[in-house]
């Protein structure tokens, strides 16, 4: 019998990716310590991502002896190339699907389109899309050059409509901020855009003022969670911090 293929993800895969395609590899018996190492992923991370499979029942205990570290596993159901998305309890979960029915909706409409519209389209059976959440997308994305937007001067919302050479691939293109703003195209493979240049040194006319409209945005959204109190954040404003703080 021929040795079955083993499908796998091309370009710009997540952590979790290359730890799943890891416990695939090696599926009749691993250690998180194994993974880590195969993977080049923190054990902090392969750990908790160990547990949260076998929460989901996709793996199984073999040999509990020792540290967690050690203790060794094997793979009971196989969900194919994609990494299952699964929280620390095993549930199942939309991280990231509404980024990607977002691009999506961008791909397939071509035309322009306002983030109301977008939230909308792209807000698909138990994934529900903020018009806030799709507006800090899309502004990240025009920054970086992926999208035009409308001058509307004011009058009326602004729309946006996806550039035909940056439609580079189905996977949505990942905003990354920690002192800068930059965007990783998975498609590519690469960070496609970047307001910081090698060396800290700004690749942008206002580095001044994209640092206080970060900060501007950091403090209101710090505001509205403090303003919720015991009752927690609502789903919007989740979405928005997860885009703010991705």
């Known amino acids: 019998m021929g040795k079955s293929t083993q499908l796998r993800l091309i370009g710009g895969k997540e952590p979790r990716q290359f730890m799943w395609e890891a416990v695939r590899d090696n599926r009749n018996g ?3 310590n194994a993974i880590a190492r195969i993977s080049g992923q923190t054990e902090g991370s392969v750990k908790t991502y160990i547990r949260a499979l076998n929460k989901a029942a996709l793996i199984e205990l073999v040999d509990g002896e020792g540290e967690f ?8 159901r196989d969900e194919g190339a994609e990494h299952p998305r699964v929280n ?3 549930k199942r979960t939309n991280h990231g699907a509404g980024l990607e029915n977002l691009w999506r909706t961008l791909r397939i409409m071509g035309g ?9 389209m792209a807000s698909v059976g138990e994934v529900k899309v903020a018009q806030a959440y799709a507006l800090n997308y899309f502004w990240s994305l025009a920054r970086a050059g992926y999208l035009i937007k409308s001058d509307t001067e004011g009058q009326g919302p602004a729309t946006f409509r996806l550039k035909p ?41 206002s580095p001044s003022n ?10 209101k959204l710090l505001a509205e969670f403090l303003a919720k109190g015991l009752n927690g954040p609502d789903p919007e404003l989740l979405q928005r911090a997860e885009l703010e703080l991705a």
């Open 30 to 32: 691993f250690t998180a």
């Open 165 to 205: 050479e940056f439609s580079s691939g189905p996977r949505h293109p990942i905003i990354q901020r920690t002192t800068s703003m930059q965007v990783f195209d998975p498609n590519l493979n690469r960070v496609t855009f970047s307001s910081v240049e090698a060396g800290g040194v700004s690749g942008e006319s």
């Open 112 to 120: 322009e389109m306002t983030a109301a519209q977008a939230a909308e």
């Open 69 to 76: 570290g050690d203790h060794r596993w094997r793979l009971v």
């Open 88 to 90: 620390v309890a095993g």
């Open 210 to 219: 994209d640092m206080q409209e970060q900060n501007a945005r950091l403090k």
